[in-house]
């Protein structure tokens, strides 16, 4: 299993609380600060299907789309 998880600064897009900036992971769940007011989620990993990231090449940051598992 190959998948790129997000790490503490990666900025990600969850499809529900939108855009983020994760907080910490313990590589079963994550915690994301919503950048709308600040509020930190707590998400399972196994409830994502989480896409490969895209690089700011300006930042080095990396994004996530977090998408639903289906």
Do not use: W
């Amino acid at each position: 299993d190959l998948t790129i998880y997000p790490e503490p600064e990666d900025l990600v897009n969850h499809f529900h609380f939108g855009e983020c900036t994760i907080v910490s992971s313990d590589g079963e769940r994550i915690r994301l600060r919503q950048e709308k007011d600040g509020r930190v989620r707590e998400v399972a990993l196994t409830m994502l299907r989480i896409e490969p990231p895209t690089v700011d090449p300006a930042t080095g940051r990396r994004h996530f789309n977090l998408m639903r598992k289906n």
